[in-house]
């Protein structure tokens, strides 16, 4: 089971979260979003430790601009949170950056839809369906993935909090690859518990 913490903004909050025993840090590139990283905080990630991976999060942007980011803050992948295409997502991953392809959920997985993305994508991310693209801080049913049946492993968001895990590790998912928290760990808009964080990490560390 991997962590990923998604949202981040603030530099010494960002510094300590790194401390912390997480996989993935999650960077939000949509402007609409409190979350969202100006371009003059790139040098936030120089010192960046090589054991995490760094997500840019995107909603319906320009490739070139997806790339430029890329390029600029060193992403390792991708997460696509609008309607990006198939072809989208083949001509980012032949660049050779990883590709986390978000698939809102209200009452069903969208199991055909997914299945043309599969040899496009790294990863899947299920999130709780919404007008604001993630960030809601609600649940989707998870009973939903106890019938999923693709061979693309995902991340599960929605309002996760330390409350959840022992739920989510014992529910024993089919594909589960990560956790993904954002609003469930926040003292406010990308600025994140390091309690809260650190005792997920250590909740996932005892279940693993």
Same mark, same amino acid.
């Given at each position: ?37 100006? !371009? ?27 790339? %430029? ?24 991953? %032949? ?90 760990? %926040? ?19 005892? !279940?693993?």
């Amino acid at each position: 089971m991997k962590l990923k913490v998604c949202g981040m903004r603030e530099r010494e909050n960002i510094q300590r979260i790194c401390e912390l025993d997480i996989d993935f840090m999650g960077f939000i590139f949509y402007e609409k979003s409190p979350r969202f990283v100006p !371009n003059d905080q790139a040098l936030l990630l120089s010192t960046f430790p090589g054991t995490i991976k760094k997500v840019g999060v995107f909603v319906n942007a320009v490739l070139d601009s997806v790339l %430029e980011k890329v390029s600029s803050f060193g992403l390792d992948y991708v997460q696509l949170h609008g309607d990006e295409s198939t072809d989208d997502c083949r001509s980012l991953k %032949e660049t050779g950056v990883g590709v986390i392809k978000v698939f809102p959920i209200s009452d069903v997985l969208p199991l055909s839809l997914m299945n043309s993305y599969e040899p496009y994508v790294d990863f899947f991310l299920f999130d709780t369906k919404s007008s604001k693209y993630g960030g809601s801080g609600l649940k989707f049913n998870w009973d939903l993935l106890n019938d999923y049946s693709l061979r693309t492993p995902y991340f599960l968001s929605g309002g996760i909090g330390e409350e959840d895990i022992n739920d989510i590790v014992e529910r024993n998912l089919p594909g589960l690859y990560a956790i993904d928290v954002n609003s469930g760990v %926040e003292i406010k808009p990308g600025l994140k518990d390091l309690k809260k964080v650190g005792s997920i990490t250590s909740l996932v560390s005892r !279940n693993l």
